[in-house]
């Protein structure tokens, strides 16, 4: 067994952590109050490489490991976990899926574009009714022919305006259940899509989330991901690797709560002394440190076993799940320990709270994960 990062990991570890550091934290506060989306800083990653990061250079990619991509990923997610979502719906979602399981004109057409970030990915799953329960799709992708006509609602859309490239999953046969699903690669501009309103969420509010409404899209038929019915395996199969990156963006909301939680603690002075050597702040600490190791565990090893070819299924939701958890945990505890100054945006863990519910929610609920497991175990 080997707990070290090579000499490249740690270089993009330490570049992620850089730009946050440096670069993030300045406007961070603002952009969150007033659901700001952050052109710089996507503008500024697209050039340092972020926004193909995974993917191979013979498409414009960085061709970096799995576990590289998830340390940047907790990097960023440190400071602004609306950066980390950014990058994960587009590196391990969209341009993933067309990597993977895209033909090779597809590839070509398309991921040179994204790779560079000229073209933000957006994956279209979730509906207004079809939310856990994925397969209850009810837009409709109608065989023509030579094309598809699109038609139906999507919901919660992360990258939905800024995106030009989405990846749609649609119903094309209901009578065949699931086995009559299928991705389409769809793109922004196409006559008949619309959006709804930019949501106004509770925590990582410089992501832009949209609905995205499809009105008879007619879409060509080489854009369909796979053979007909492909649909929900393809969803599945690329909801088990965008976990990974969400769990990744929970490790970092948690460690950047930690380490705030941590330094305050050691200035901070009550009852004759810093109240980190107060037993019951202290404790905290041990807890809140305890949990994120145990977490960064979970990751570190579903990237692993991603980048190494094996089943990373069960240890992915795991992952997803603990981290999950963990970042709602930790935060709650850091903005605890901060007491009123916590409860302020300048100290910056309650941004780090809300943001830690999202990840509760988002890329299956810590509740379908944990069905994801039980069947595994169940299964195996
Ligand atoms: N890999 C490959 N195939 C899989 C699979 C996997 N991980 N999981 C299921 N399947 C296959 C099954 O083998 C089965 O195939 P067959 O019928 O051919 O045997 C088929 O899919 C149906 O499987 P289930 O009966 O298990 O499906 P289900 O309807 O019970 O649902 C579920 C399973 C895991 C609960 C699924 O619905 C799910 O993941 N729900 C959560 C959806 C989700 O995560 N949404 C997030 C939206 S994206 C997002 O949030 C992005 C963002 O902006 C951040």
Do not use: C
């Not at 945990?329 to 780090?352: D, P, S």
Request: hydrophobic share 35%; proline share 2%; aromatic share 10%.
């Amino acid at each position: 067994m080997n707990f070290e990062l090579t000499e490249e990991q740690e270089m993009i570890r330490q570049s992620a952590r850089d730009y946050a550091q440096r670069e993030l934290i300045k406007d961070v506060i603002e952009r969150d109050t007033n659901a700001i989306y952050p052109t710089n800083h996507v503008e500024n990653l697209k050039e340092l490489g972020f926004f193909g990061i995974i993917s191979d250079e013979k498409y414009g990619g960085t061709g970096l490991d799995y576990l590289s991509y998830v340390l940047a990923i907790s990097e960023f997610s440190k400071i602004d976990s609306s950066i980390g979502v950014i990058l994960s719906v587009h590196n391990s979602l969209a341009i993933a899926g067309i990597e993977r399981y895209g033909n090779e004109a597809q590839k070509q057409k398309y991921l040179p574009h994204m790779t560079s970030g000229e073209k933000i990915g957006a994956f279209l799953l979730s509906e207004p009714e079809a939310g856990s329960d994925a397969s209850s799709q009810h837009t409709t992708a109608v065989d023509k022919g030579d094309h598809y006509l699109i038609n139906g609602t999507k919901n919660w859309i992360t990258n939905a305006n800024s995106g030009g490239i989405y990846l749609v999953i649609a119903q094309t046969d209901p009578e065949k259940k699931h086995h009559g699903i299928n991705a389409f690669i769809v793109e922004k501009d196409t006559p008949g899509i619309s959006l709804g309103p930019h949501e106004d969420k509770m925590g990582m509010r410089s992501s832009d989330t949209h609905s995205v409404m499809f009105s008879d899209v007619k879409v060509p038929k080489e854009n369909r991901i796979g053979e007909d019915g492909f649909g929900f395996k393809f969803a599945m199969k690329m909801l088990d690797s965008g976990r990974i990156s969400i769990a990744a963006q929970a490790l970092g909301i948690a460690e950047g709560a930690y380490e705030r939680a941590l330094q305050y603690s050691k200035e901070r002075k009550a009852f004759g002394k810093e109240i980190s050597k107060h037993q019951s702040i202290a404790f905290k600490l041990a807890e809140m440190k305890t949990r994120i190791e145990a977490a960064r565990n979970f990751v570190w090893k579903a990237a692993w076993e991603k980048a190494n070819g094996k089943n990373f299924s069960m240890t992915g939701a795991m992952a997803k799940y603990y981290a999950a958890e963990t970042a709602m945990f930790v935060t709650t505890e850091a903005v605890q320990i901060h007491g009123g100054y916590g409860y302020v945006k300048e100290y910056h863990v309650e941004r780090l709270m809300r943001a830690a519910k999202l990840t509760q929610i988002y890329e299956g609920t810590s509740e379908i994960q944990k069905m994801v497991i039980s069947r595994a175990i169940l299964d195996a």
